[in-house]
């Protein structure tokens, strides 16, 4: 919980990771690639005063995490993304084992999201089965663009693909997580593309897409889709950062999100440990769209509340105290 | 000026300033994107360098290979190279560039379709963000209201950057340049419908700010990669004998 100007806000890190990325887990080149360029991200966005060195960036391990999440990170409740790249990392990038281990230690605060590959097949469907009951999935994080064998990608409308959402929709796992953002080696298939959400978002009402990074670097693709579907919504993640490093530029797709999506669709999330939940946290409530861009309205706390937490919990079914509702839902729940 | 009354080095600048990022719609030498340029009696070599080792493998081959062949265009250059250094194909694309084998001859089996439809989606893009440019501008001068701007002519523009910028977008696609063509039309040349107009327009600032935005997210990655300042010049080098 986070309180400013006697103001409280419910907030849920919607996409955190704990990674090991040591050079011990490198399978190859791209490896250590994946993680320096995510370590430029880190230090082109970050307040200098939150720029980890690097040695602490590739491996911080669960304790650190939870400090830095939940201790100094005002989080109430946080979801592990799950990102695997098991072509990169011999025991993959994200640690499934750690993050299960906390979920279990600290029940209620945090959600695990585990991954899957279509192009694993019926295999890849029996072990879905068994990680759903093994980890309670409630959501999944799929990498469309990442390579696999001579694989370049694939798309959430192919055939296969199409299986695995009916079987997450018979398991009850009803949150896709789908990144649309900065690339993994696609090829000419374009990674970014996001015109197969569109159509798996049509047949698939009963399940939440989540698109990451709001689509970025296509961020009008992503909004011209997500205002014709009811079951998009847009993950801040990497958007965040922005509100330090370039404010005009994040004020302006908070701008546009608002417009084209509305305030309940909006999700916050850090991508700890590319950034801490902290000062992200921070400056959004403190934020407000320069008076210099007059074709976006002024955000308000409610908006707020809702992009760092609320949206969120309704998507999990996570509990919120009374006193951390907005007033109408307060009320509602008491009827 | 004549081409022969320039300096090499300049007219070897002024090829590569015509070599655009497809996706950021900039050249690549104000995205710093040019490392170095080595002139000798044998050729011209040019290294190129991206944001990360990660940039999508189909953006960098277009624009080596659009390098090389702007080079290609300037007269006695001798021997071209063009090699894009510290990205994860880097070899092939150099292998490939350097031996015309074309997009789908380097990469083979990974590459399914070559690239002109992405060139083309990304041209498309570029237009509909200089529209909304020159829109903007001209709601603002106040003569023009939302409800007249589907009668805008490219007459009716004034000159300068945000119009030339248009008009170079338009004759990449293939739109007519004629001053009496209309400013507010999609790719193809269809007009934005009257009642549509502040819609068409919103999506068309959603596309500039989206390109603007991932220009900012390159160039602050860039400089964060190779320690330099924004913007710095290349290394250049010309031991060239002749002139």
Redesign the interface.
């Known amino acids: 919980m986070y309180e400013k100007d006697g103001e409280q806000y419910y907030v849920v890190d919607g996409h955190v990771h704990i990674w090991d990325a040591r050079e011990s887990n490198h399978r190859n080149?791209?490896g250590k690639?994946?993680i320096?360029?995510f370590y430029?991200?880190h230090?082109?966005?970050s307040p200098d005063e939150m720029i980890w060195d690097y040695d602490t960036y590739t491996y911080y391990g669960p304790e650190r995490f939870m400090k830095d999440v939940f201790g100094d990170g005002h989080v109430d409740h946080a979801i592990f993304q799950a990102t695997l790249l098991r072509d990169f990392y011999h025991r993959c990038f994200g640690q499934t084992g750690e993050c299960l281990d906390l979920v279990r230690q600290h029940p209620g605060k945090l959600t695990y999201n585990h991954a899957y590959d279509p192009r694993d097949r019926e295999e890849g469907l029996e072990q879905l089965r068994r990680d759903a009951e093994q980890m309670q999935l409630k959501g999944v994080k799929l990498y469309t663009a990442e390579w696999h064998g001579?694989s370049?990608g694939y798309r959430l409308d192919d055939p296969w693909s199409r299986r695995y959402l009916e079987a997450c929709l018979e398991l009850g796992i009803k949150n896709i997580h789908v990144h649309k953002g900065?690339?993994?080696?696609?090829?000419?298939?374009?990674?970014f593309d996001v015109a197969d959400i569109d159509h798996v978002a049509t047949d698939y009402l009963d399940l939440n897409f989540i698109v990451e990074h709001v689509g970025?670097?296509?961020?009008?693709d992503f909004?011209?889709i997500a205002t014709q579907e009811s079951n998009v919504y847009g993950g801040l993640a990497v958007v965040m950062p922005?509100i330090h490093?370039?404010p005009r530029?994040f004020a302006?797709?908070i701008g546009?999100l608002l417009?084209?999506l509305g305030e309940d669709k909006i999700l916050f999330g850090s991508d700890y440990a590319l950034w801490t939940p902290q000062w992200l946290v921070e400056r959004f409530v403190d934020f407000q769209i320069p008076a210099d861009l007059p074709?976006y309205p002024e955000i308000t706390v409610a908006q707020k509340k809702k992009i760092l937490g609320l949206n969120a919990a309704s998507l999990y079914d996570l509990e919120v105290p009374r006193a951390l509702q907005l007033p109408a839902e307060a009320d509602a729940g008491t009827r | 000026m004549t081409a022969a009354a320039l300096s090499l080095e300049a007219q070897v600048f002024s090829a590569l300033a015509t070599v655009f990022d497809p996706?950021l719609d900039q050249p690549v030498t104000e995205l710093g994107f040019v490392r170095s340029v080595t002139i000798d009696d044998e050729g011209v070599e040019v290294h190129l360098r991206l944001?990360?080792?990660?940039?999508?493998?189909?953006f960098a081959y277009l624009m080596v290979s659009d390098a090389y062949e702007a080079l290609a265009e300037l007269p006695d250059v001798g021997r071209i190279r063009v090699l894009l250094d510290d990205h994860?194909d880097s070899a092939k694309i150099n292998g490939g560039v350097a031996a015309g084998a074309g997009?789908l001859g380097t990469?083979g089996?990974?590459?399914?379709?070559n690239?002109d439809e992405?060139r083309r989606t990304f041209q498309r893009?570029a237009h509909l963000a200089a529209v909304e440019r020159c829109c903007r501008a001209v709601l603002a001068g106040g003569v023009w209201t939302l409800e007249e701007l589907p009668m805008l002519e490219l007459f009716d523009l004034a000159e300068g950057r945000l119009k030339s910028a248009l008009l170079r977008r338009r004759e990449a696609i293939g739109l007519p340049t004629g001053s009496h063509a209309r400013v507010l039309v999609d790719h193809i040349g269809r007009p934005a419908g009257t009642p549509d107009t502040a819609l068409w327009l919103?999506?068309a600032?959603?596309?500039r700010?989206?390109i603007?935005?991932?220009a900012?997210?390159c160039r602050?990655?860039l400089?964060?990669?190779y320690a330099d300042p924004v913007g710095a010049a290349p290394v250049v080098v010309n031991t060239r004998s002749r002139s």
């Open positions: 080149v791209h690639q994946f320096d360029c430029d991200y230090r082109n966005l001579d370049r900065p690339t993994i080696r696609p090829l000419d298939r374009d990674a970025l670097p296509r961020l009008e909004c011209w922005f490093a370039r530029y302006q797709i546009e417009y084209w074709e | 996706e944001p990360t080792s990660f940039c999508a493998p189909n994860h997009y990469f089996v990974e590459a399914e379709q690239l992405l893009k919103r999506l600032a959603a596309t700010i989206s603007e935005g991932n900012h997210f602050g990655l400089a964060t990669r």
